[in-house]
């Protein structure tokens, strides 16, 4: 009987094209915000369309959870759903380059919360590549500008969804055992619930607009949002790591690329050097590599 062989520049093809739809995400965002749909209520359509769709297939597919592997999903609802919550949150009211590079300081708390966590070792590479994105950091923000209350709340956001991401990987890496599908779905619900949660609680108005807009938010959320985190994640567990971490880094190029030509966002010379810094810091991790399996959840 023939047998089928997956082909081996199937998995960098489809990582390369989830990292293109990440980085051009923003533009959807921005028009749906044109149209009077943005923030917490976008998120929850959004996400909660791409929940019901991954609960579906796990319904049809039952995969088995260990015991007491509960609340290992729970924490990736949490973690995982925030930092959705927040990277749409920052994209749709923030600069998207700025947004984007403060998400990339990614290396920062991935390193330090394996280190504290998982007890990761912190070698020479990683010491460096830590100071180079710290540095950039602190380039973006404006450097003495940041401690005289030059941080705005969509900058928060960022740094603050890269911070949950980081931990959501921690998670995951931690517990492979759990099905990805599982993973997925449970960081879309997580996602779609907080996002209820503050819409009940007043954080966000809901807005007034039609149907064919709710529906078009809904379908975002399944053939973009949902596609681009199931191929992120479909190519970073079929390919080595190192190298699917440094081709994700497209996510960030066609950002700022986009957001320059396209959305006419200018950078300062200081956050241009701020981000390759940045930049270099996750070329330095990426190629280090640590062989587990990894979702930005933006999966």
């Known amino acids: 009987m023939a047998t089928t062989t997956l082909r081996p520049d199937l998995p960098t093809a489809v990582l390369l094209l989830a990292s293109?739809?990440?980085?051009?995400?923003?533009?959807p965002l921005k028009l749906f915000g044109d149209r009077g749909v943005s923030g917490v209520p976008l998120v929850l359509v959004a996400y909660a369309a791409g929940a019901v769709v991954m609960g579906l297939y796990l319904a049809t597919r039952r995969p088995p959870l260990a015991r007491g592997e509960g609340r290992f999903l729970l924490a990736i609802a949490v973690l995982g759903g925030y930092a959705n919550l927040a990277f749409v949150t920052a994209l749709v009211y923030g600069e998207v380059v700025r947004v984007m590079v403060l998400f990339y300081l990614l290396p920062v708390w991935g390193v330090a919360g394996g280190w504290a966590l998982l007890g990761e070792p912190i070698d020479r590479q990683?010491?460096?590549?830590?100071?180079?994105?710290?540095?950039?950091?602190?380039?973006?923000?404006?450097?003495?500008?940041?401690?005289?209350?030059?941080?705005?709340?969509?900058?928060?956001?960022?740094?603050?969804?890269?911070?949950?991401?980081?931990?959501?990987?921690?998670?995951?890496?931690?517990?492979?055992?759990?099905?990805?599908?599982?993973?997925?779905?449970?960081?879309?619900?997580?996602?779609?619930?907080?996002?209820?949660?503050l819409i009940l609680a007043g954080i966000q108005g809901w807005p007034q607009t039609g149907p064919a807009t709710w529906a078009t938010v809904g379908a975002f959320g399944v053939g973009w949002i949902l596609l681009a985190t199931l191929g992120t994640q479909y190519g970073v567990t079929h390919m080595e790591a190192g190298r699917a971490s440094i081709l994700i880094i497209l996510e960030l190029i066609t950002a700022v690329v986009s957001a320059t030509l396209i959305g006419g966002e200018t950078m300062t010379p200081g956050e241009w050097a701020g981000a390759l810094l940045i930049l270099a810091a996750a070329v330095i991790e990426g190629a280090k590599g640590d062989g587990g399996e990894s979702v930005t959840g933006k999966a």
């Open 126 to 197: 990683r010491w460096i590549a830590l100071v180079l994105a710290v540095t950039g950091g602190a380039l973006v923000l404006g450097g003495p500008e940041v401690v005289r209350g030059g941080l705005s709340w969509p900058d928060l956001l960022a740094l603050t969804c890269g911070m949950a991401f980081a931990l959501n990987n921690i998670v995951f890496r931690a517990r492979q055992g759990i099905p990805v599908a599982s993973k997925v779905g449970a960081m879309f619900a997580g996602c779609a619930a907080i996002a209820a949660l």
């Open 20 to 27: 293109v739809g990440w980085g051009l995400s923003w533009l």
